[in-house]
């Protein structure tokens, strides 16, 4: 049966429509929120803390419509505080008894943020939102978004959350090598310090996002479990097996004796990944994989920073974190 132009055209125009309408109503949005030049593009603050304008659609759209499950996992930080390694951590470990840890696992040909997607950038496409109904009986999911922005149903229901922290110093000196792989050296480094020290970046104030999930973690520690990174790099088994209790897939006795630790934390280790080919080569959007491996190193600041500016962060983070019991 033949099919009249009229009849064809029609959907492609609404979903035309429906995108222009879209776009305005995210134009309409920025204008109204305070903005920072940075690193060629700009900032925008949302609730007070400050977003791209590639995070800021998905965010919002994340907030009106995601409906959390019981049974979810969301794994969250601020950027570049070792999100890659737990995503693929969690991921194995959530999952080992579908891929086994020595055949052919998905984190050998796919990037951790492909297999554990960040909600704020899932694109609505030719929908009126995002689609969230993701396959499988637990939903292994990833954000930066700050606590105080989360969906309602998130705090309401009975999903869990695994934050991890950083040094503030780190985070700042991995924030700037990333930021420059992508290309973007409008900004000078003593320019881009300071937007960081003032609050200004992705997700940021850092210390605001840090210390929102370290009081949840202690009002709630059978729903939030607040890691840091510097303990994971020196205990990680331990940690490990701890990530694996929180997650309710503790790892028994008989696990733990025919290496299953060692088998997961030699999988997701920073030099394994790092060196696979599709973490090389392969593309995330517009972003190469090998972006988010540097080195992973603890205290690898001290290489890049003045004690000026290490001295300037450390004030910052004692006034910030002063009285909350939290120590990075």
Sequence with gaps: ???????????????????????????????????????????????????????????????????????????????????????????????????????????????????????????????????????????????????????????????????????????????????NKLGSTETSFEEFFDLFCKGVSLSGPVWDHVLGYWKASLDKPQKVLCLKYEEMTQEPAFNLKHLAEFLGCPISQEEETAGAVDEILGLCSFDQMRNLEVNKSGTLGNLRNHAFFRNGKVGDWKNDLPSEMAGRLDQITAQKFHGSGLDL
């Design 1 to 179: 049966m033949s099919t009249s132009p009229s009849s064809s055209s029609a959907p492609l125009s609404e979903d035309s429509d429906l995108q222009e309408l879209m776009e305005q109503q995210r134009k309409n949005l920025l204008s109204t929120l305070p903005r920072q030049r940075w690193q060629g593009s700009y900032l925008y603050k949302y609730n007070g803390f400050w977003f791209s304008t590639m995070q800021m659609p998905g965010l919002v759209e994340f907030r009106k419509h995601f409906q959390a499950r019981d049974s979810d996992v969301l794994i969250i930080t601020t950027p570049k505080s070792g999100t890659t390694w737990l995503k693929a951590l969690a991921f194995a470990l959530m999952n080992r008894n579908i891929y086994p840890i020595n055949q052919n696992h998905p984190l050998l040909n796919q990037n951790p943020h492909t297999l554990v997607l960040n909600l704020e950038y899932l694109s609505p496409h030719d929908k009126q939102h995002p689609d969230y109904s993701f396959q499988g009986s637990r939903r292994l999911l990833g954000t930066h978004c700050p606590l105080a922005l989360l969906p309602e149903s998130v705090m309401n229901s009975g999903c869990k959350i695994v934050y991890l922290c950083r040094n503030i110093k780190d985070i700042f000196v991995s924030y700037w090598h990333f930021t």
